[in-house]
């Protein structure tokens, strides 16, 4: 048996968006090891500096949706591949999923219009634990889809740029 060990700078996500609404798309995504392609994203990349050793944490400004600012006094925030929704301390999340017209329904946070569910919620607290982080926030896989990310290792920083 031999191993292969491979060192890696830099490496790109990209996750396709439409797989869920698309299950016969033949493209999932793109892992991109060594760097970045700019044929998938838009303009330039903007970098944050990694606040945090050993994860991908980094420091976010504010959260803006509409007129309303959570998170006013920046926040600490966690790119995670891992995590399907986005997570939060629970009276943030309880704004937005206010703002954006979601209710409570058997345990299941539900977007729904004219009386009619559109979707669940993707803004989820953590009620599963008492040692949690009050202030940080988890950017899962519904964030990442949105955006091309590059996790730049060599320089302890996070790429974000808007996809094609």
């Known amino acids: 048996m031999f191993r292969l060990f491979v060192t890696v700078v830099a490496l ?5 968006a439409e797989l ?3 299950p016969v798309s033949k493209f999932v995504g793109e892992l991109i090891l060594g760097g970045s392609d700019p044929n998938h994203y838009l303009g330039k990349i903007t970098y944050v500096n990694i606040t945090h050793k050993g994860s991908w944490q980094f ?3 504010k959260i803006q949706i509409e007129h309303s600012s959570l998170c006013s006094s920046s926040c600490q925030a966690i790119v995670d591949t891992g995590t399907a929704v986005l997570i939060g301390p ?4 309880e704004v937005i999923n206010e703002l954006i017209g979601a209710t409570y329904i058997n345990e299941e946070i539900i977007v729904t219009e004219n009386n009619t569910t559109k979707c669940m919620s993707a803004f989820e607290s953590p009620y599963f634990s008492d040692e949690y982080v009050k202030s940080e926030w988890v ?5 990442i889809r949105r955006y091309f990310i590059e996790f730049d290792m060599k320089n302890d920083r996070i790429g974000f740029a808007s996809k094609k």
Do not use: C, S
């Open 59 to 61: 420091t976010m400004d």
């Open 139 to 143: 950017l899962g896989n519904v964030f």
């Open 20 to 22: 869920r609404r698309n």
């Open 12 to 16: 790109a996500v990209l996750i396709n």
């Open 90 to 93: 629970q009276l943030d999340i």
